[in-house]
């Protein structure tokens, strides 16, 4: 069975910092493109970030492009994601997602294995 397991949400102030985990487990991620998708209140799920099975390939939304950064360490089949800057837009459950495909993609319907999220609230 696989599971992916986030976390590292919490409530932080706007120009803080957090560093989300996604831990993976039933399923080598070593050849699968991963992602990383918000959901706001209210709102319906969108694309923050995606990397590639190598790591060389990545991919932001413009809303965080500049303030968040996918990495990927293939050993510990665990994925990450550093947001700086935070704003209190930014506040959303944050996903993470397993692609089981190499290339990169920002389409949500495109991703197979999907994580129970973590919450991060940035307070103005």
């Known amino acids: 069975q696989v599971q992916l397991v986030e976390s590292g949400g919490e409530l932080v102030q706007a120009g803080d910092s957090l560093r989300l985990s996604c831990a993976v487990s039933?399923?080598?991620?070593?050849?699968?493109?991963m992602g990383w998708f918000r959901q706001a209140p209210g709102k319906e799920g969108e694309f923050a970030a995606a990397?590639?099975?190598?790591?060389?390939?990545?991919n932001y939304a413009d809303s965080v492009k500049g303030r968040f950064t996918i990495s990927r360490d293939n050993a510990k089949n665990t994925v990450y994601l550093q947001m700086n800057s935070l704003k209190p837009e930014d506040t959303a459950v944050y996903y993470c997602?397993?692609?089981?495909?190499?290339?990169?993609?920002?389409?949500?319907?495109?991703?197979?294995?999907w994580g129970q999220g973590t919450q991060v609230t940035v307070s103005s």
């Open positions: 039933g399923r080598s991620i070593e050849s699968d493109a």
């Open positions: 997602a397993d692609r089981r495909d190499p290339v990169v993609s920002t389409k949500l319907e495109e991703y197979v294995y």
């Open positions: 990397i590639s099975w190598s790591g060389y390939t990545t």
